[in-house]
């Protein structure tokens, strides 16, 4: 199968460490079958090990840890159709392992640190995605996992937070300006205070103008939209569920955002969100409420970014079918 493909699909999936793309890529799985899909895992770039990293002085987010040219030549490789020999970066020994050989598949998806980096490397994407945490909710977030499941003391995940700002900033952040959609993640506006963040505001934020994407969007296209859905037809606990959608700019660019800020606390009234959402890209009626219904634990299955990752999902799966469809035939399912 491997050997005989018509089109490999590339997408790319970026982001910081701990910002839900394990989770996300669980999602897609559901979508395009394990199959028929193969991971890529960026980390196997690093050229420096973590002795030597440690040693220069430098972290896995600055561009010098890292072989661009061979991460460009590799996955131009696989989008061509052709085997290749790629590095294994160890995170347990933080060594770099022997190579393993990966054969191209229907969907590619290279996933980590810097998948729009590099210019080479993103203009093989077919699709693209920046999953981004606020400072607020990573730090929140990281010292809750780290002092109470690791027993690391409050001053010394602030200093880890704050070693790798600098290069998170100078390398990682400005990804987001070349990503088809970015995924936020922000303090809810709904409370004067929710210290542990357990409620979010989350942000789709859909470029316009990508060749084959349809943002999706609430009631009517074009408008600006505040809807909070609490009644009889979706249960609400305190503080609620706040929707919105309208049109923005970002990096320049003119977005369509949609927004979730608040939990929902029965998934399976999810279908009557569903309802009111268009250019979802689904199959069938209801089918993005079976896909949050189809894992309720996993994180962010109640808020809107379990929400936006199945919706992005779908516009991948979209991508791909358009991408692979015969001229004059319907894209086969995947």
């Given at each position: 199968m491997t050997t005989q493909l018509d089109r490999v699909v590339l997408i790319g999936v970026a982001g910081d460490s701990g910002c839900g793309k394990s989770t996300f890529l669980?999602?897609?799985?559901?979508?395009?079958?394990?199959?028929?899909?193969?991971?890529?895992?960026?980390?196997?770039?690093?050229?420096?090990?973590r002795k030597q990293r440690k040693e220069q002085a430098i972290t896995a987010l600055n561009p010098k840890a890292n072989n661009f040219d061979?991460?460009?030549?590799?996955?131009?490789?696989?989008?061509?159709?052709?085997a290749i020999n790629k590095p294994i970066y160890?995170?347990?020994?933080?060594e770099i392992d022997p190579p393993e050989r990966v054969e191209p598949n229907k969907v590619i998806v290279i996933e980590g640190l810097h998948p729009l980096y590099d210019e080479r490397v993103r203009s093989?994407?077919?699709?693209?995605?920046?999953?981004?945490?606020?400072?607020?909710?990573?730090?929140?977030?990281?010292i809750q996992r780290d002092m109470a499941e690791r027993g690391h003391r409050y001053e010394d995940v602030l200093a880890a937070i704050n070693s790798?700002?600098?290069?998170?900033?100078?390398?990682?952040?400005?990804?987001?300006?070349?990503?088809?959609?970015?995924?936020?993640?922000?303090?809810?506006?709904?409370?004067?205070?929710?210290?542990?963040?357990?409620?979010?505001?989350?942000?789709?934020?859909?470029?316009?103008?990508?060749?084959?994407?349809?943002p999706v969007y609430l009631f009517d296209e074009g408008s600006t939209i505040d809807w909070r859905p609490c009644g009889r037809k979706l249960t609400c606990a305190y503080p609620g569920?706040?929707?919105?959608?309208?049109?923005?700019?970002?990096?320049?660019?003119?977005?369509?955002?949609?927004?979730?800020?608040?939990?929902?606390?029965?998934l399976e009234e999810m279908i009557y969100i569903e309802s009111h959402l268009s250019n979802t890209s689904t199959k069938f009626y209801g089918e993005m409420t079976?896909?949050?219904?189809?894992?309720?634990?996993y994180p962010g299955s109640n808020n809107g970014s379990?929400?936006?990752?199945?919706?992005?999902?779908?516009?991948?799966?979209?991508?791909?079918?358009?991408?692979?469809?015969?001229?004059?035939?319907?894209?086969?399912?995947?």
């Open positions: 669980r999602r897609l799985t559901d979508l395009f079958g394990e199959e028929f899909m193969t991971v890529i895992c960026l980390d196997d770039y690093h050229s420096l090990d061979l991460m460009y030549e590799q996955i131009k490789a696989l989008k061509e159709g052709q160890n995170h347990e020994t933080g093989l994407l077919d699709f693209s995605v920046y999953l981004d945490i606020s400072d607020e909710v990573k730090i929140n977030w990281k790798r700002r600098p290069d998170f900033t100078a390398y990682i952040e400005p990804q987001k300006e070349f990503a088809d959609v970015v995924i936020q993640i922000l303090p809810t506006q709904l409370l004067k205070e929710d210290k542990e963040n357990k409620i979010l505001r989350v942000r789709l934020v859909q470029r316009d103008g990508v060749e084959g994407f349809e569920i706040k929707l919105f959608y309208g049109p923005d700019s970002y990096y320049g660019h003119d977005v369509s955002v949609l927004e979730v800020d608040g939990q929902f606390d029965n079976e896909l949050m219904l189809k894992h309720p634990d379990g929400l936006f990752q199945v919706l992005v999902g779908l516009k991948m799966r979209s991508t791909y079918e358009r991408l692979t469809a015969k001229p004059g035939q319907v894209a086969a399912k995947v």
